[in-house]
T-cell receptor, first 115, second 113 residues
Framework: DVKVTQSSRYLVKRTGEKVFLECVQDMDHENMFWYRQDPGLGLRLIYFSYDVKMKEKGDIPEGYSVSREKKERFSLILESASTNQTSMYLC??????????????FGPGTRLTVT | AQTVTQSQPEMSVQEAETVTLSCTYDTSESDYYLFWYKQPPSRQMILVIRQEAYKQQNATENRFSVNFQKAAKSFSLKISDSQLGDAAMYFCAYGGATNKLIFGTGTLLAVQP
């Protein structure tokens, strides 16, 4: 059974803290994605990576950075957490060929609260 | 830029009945894919159904089918014989030349026993 796992289901951090969200996939997928999900806004792409050490900005990259040192792991970093980054964060992965690029496999999500 | 619009924030259906979720999109591309993803409560999002824009035939997956109207840029999801397990947030998504998915805002479907 294919899997995308995220390091925490729930996380509470203080304003100004550096926060690391980890995502691991076991499907040997080239593409990995980080989304933010907010009520009424749907899913918005923060960053994605199409290969090890490669990254591209999504629609809302401000305040975030990412790291992909190994193919199976994609980390989202909040350099200095702020209350407006309180949200559900979803990680996803997909193959890199043809229409399968869009058939993304999602992790369970991390609900981050910044106080 | 491409956009995806889901105008129904919430919907409700009786068990065993049929429900249709609406989605419209805007694009200038001719080749693209459309998807419906399902996010059950506290569970991972999964792909429900996929439609290639070049195919005129509507996609079907068991009780799930789509009504794809390319000229109208409409892509609705029909769920037949609704079951309690169909209760979830449903997202319509567009995939085009950028290799990224663009999601709508979602429709929360409740299934009444």
């Amino acid at each position: 059974d294919v899997k995308v796992t995220q390091s925490s289901r729930y996380l509470v951090k203080r304003t100004g803290e550096k926060v690391f969200l980890e995502c691991v996939q076991d499907m040997d997928h080239e593409n990995m994605f980080w989304y933010r999900q907010d009520p009424g806004l749907g899913l918005r792409l923060i960053y994605f990576s199409y290969d090890v050490k490669m990254k591209e900005k999504g629609d809302i990259p401000e305040g975030y950075s990412v790291s992909r040192e190994k193919k199976e792991r994609f980390s989202l970093i909040l350099e200095s957490a702020s209350t407006n980054q309180t949200s559900m964060y979803l990680c996803a992965s997909s193959p890199s060929t043809g229409a399968a690029v869009y058939e993304q496999y999602f992790g369970p999500g991390t609900r981050l609260t910044v106080t | 830029a491409q956009t995806v619009t889901q105008s129904q924030p919430e919907m409700s259906v009786q068990e065993a009945e049929t429900v249709t979720l609406s989605c419209t999109y805007d694009t200038s591309e001719s080749d693209y894919y459309l998807f419906w993803y399902k996010q059950p409560p506290s569970r991972q999002m999964i792909l429900v159904i996929r439609q290639e824009a070049y195919k005129q035939q509507n996609a079907t997956e068991n009780r799930f089918s789509v009504n794809f109207q390319k000229a109208a840029k409409s892509f609705s999801l029909k769920i037949s014989d609704s079951q309690l397990g169909d209760a979830a947030m449903y997202f319509c998504a567009y995939g085009g030349a950028t290799n990224k998915l663009i999601f709508g805002t979602g429709t929360l479907l409740a299934v009444q026993p």
